[in-house]
């Protein structure tokens, strides 16, 4: 390792010690690919310096990448014990996929913005992911062709749960989902049991961008 790397991996076992674990998470696997994941080159250059601290950052177009503790709070809440066919939305940075990547079989991502697709695509390449396929369309529809889905996580706050989501979860399958108005949102767990209804639990306050899509926010409200 030189230099660099190694600081780099300091910085991120001080983040998991000081933001992390201190918070309340507890998978080992969430903690250990937050250690792996290289968060810095998810960003732009002028934004690597903060890549580690605890808030998010803009990844351009008006998006950003979310905060590591809210990264390793929805990611511990998907209950990922490996193999699992996973549905992201928001691909945005693409630093969420990765994390989801390392401990799940199968992520495939969508994204609605073109610029926010390619340069995730490029990062993830760059990184050597193969169980990633990312996509550029509107997430609120899902993704039917790789349906049912174990897991689906919505990283864009959405006014309610999109349906075509609930329709392409899986049988004993979790979908983590942040819902609220278009300043602040609570995070929302869903599982759907093996009969196929479904139950809801709320686990705290947070502040995302806005899911714009069909069964999302519309593009200027
Ligand atoms: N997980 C990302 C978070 C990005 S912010 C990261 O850690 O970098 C949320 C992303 O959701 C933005 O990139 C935004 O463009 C995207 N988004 C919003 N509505 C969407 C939709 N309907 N379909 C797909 N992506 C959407």
New binding site residues.
Partial sequence: MNNQTDRQAWARQRMVERDIVPRGIKDQRVLDALLKVPRHL?VGESQRMSAYEDHPLP?G?G????QPFM?ALMTEALLLRGGETVLE????????TAILAELAGRVYS????PS?TGQARKTLDALGYTNILVRLS???LGWAEYAPYDRILV??GAPRVPEPLLEQLAPGGILVIPVGSNTIQELVRIRKREDGTTFEERMGGCV??????KY?WEVDC
């Fill in positions: 998810f990844i177009e998006q950003t990448i979310s990264v939305i928001g691909t945005g940075s693409g630093y969420q969508v994204e609605r913005i926010l509107d997430g609120t990283t864009a995302f961008v806005k899911l714009v899509g999302g």
